[in-house]
């Protein structure tokens, strides 16, 4: 019931910068949380940054360089990367999480994911 579509995403020399957007559509009641994870190959998941709380969070590799925002009234969130590493190089997921009504338990949406490659 909630869309999640991604744009940004692409091919970036060490050093430069890449922004990630991503816009919730659909029917819900509320979205509680906005975020970003990514997964390189053979690694897992991980939290990249999250806008959930009073202030963003963001994983230890990616402070001071990456930054988190949201505009709630376009259910939309953003990553802005910056000084990118080879190590950077994943799949970034947008996540969404959202409940379709009040009483109902929110549950966590996934975007399609987008290609994040940084030659070095």
């Known amino acids: 019931q909630v869309q999640l579509v991604e744009s940004g995403g692409g091919l970036v020399q060490a050093g430069g910068s890449l922004g990630l957007s991503c816009a919730a559509s659909?029917?819900?009641?509320?979205?509680?949380?906005m975020g970003w994870y990514r997964q390189a190959p053979g690694k897992q998941r991980e939290l990249v940054a999250a806008?959930?709380?009073?202030?963003?969070n963001y994983d230890d590799s990616v402070k001071g360089r990456f930054t988190i925002s949201r505009d709630n009234a376009k259910n939309t969130v953003y990553l802005q990367m910056n000084s990118l590493k080879p190590e950077d190089t994943a799949v970034y997921y947008c996540?969404?999480?959202?409940?379709?009504?009040?009483?109902?338990?929110?549950?966590?949406?996934w975007g399609q994911g987008t290609q994040v490659t940084v030659s070095s």
């Open positions: 996540y969404a999480k959202a409940r379709s009504h009040y009483f109902t338990a929110a549950v966590n949406y």
């Open positions: 659909g029917r819900f009641f509320s979205i509680d949380d």
């Open positions: 806008a959930s709380g009073g202030r963003p």
